[in-house]
């Protein structure tokens, strides 16, 4: 959180908190993830009737990268997951001039999950929460 006499604004950090605490989930989920140059990290937590499913991922890398997920013994009930994501250059700020320079984009995603499996592509140095329900 970042303030002066006439304004308040976040930067990545604070984005990052407020993406993860909308979408807590109690249980931790067995996760594999691999990609080239191990650039993308996962976090999957479920609810605990096991109605939601949240993924957190970390591209740590320079450049997209598209992941297959696939979802072993979870089905959604939904068509769509949310998504918000955070991307931008490590360096980005947001200053007084411009305090939306780097924020999350939400969007409602059409998984077509066939078999469990869908395809996602994650922008280079992002910050991707999906959540299914």
Known sequence: L??????????????????????????????????????????????????????????????????????????PRKRTARVEVLAGPLNARNTTDNPERIKPNRTEWEHGLEGGRASFGFPANSFTVIRFD
Do not use: E
């Not at 807590?24 to 009737?49: E, F, H, I, M, W």
């Open 2 to 75: 970042f303030l002066n006499p006439s304004q308040v604004w976040l930067q990545s950090p604070g984005y990052v908190t407020r993406m993860v605490s909308r979408n807590y989930q109690p249980l931790l989920v067995k996760s594999d993830v691999r990609s080239p140059g191990n650039c993308l990290d996962v976090s999957a937590k479920t609810s605990q009737d096991g109605k939601t499913l949240v993924l957190q991922v970390v591209n740590l890398g320079n450049d997209p990268t598209t992941a297959t997920l696939i979802l072993n013994g979870f089905t």
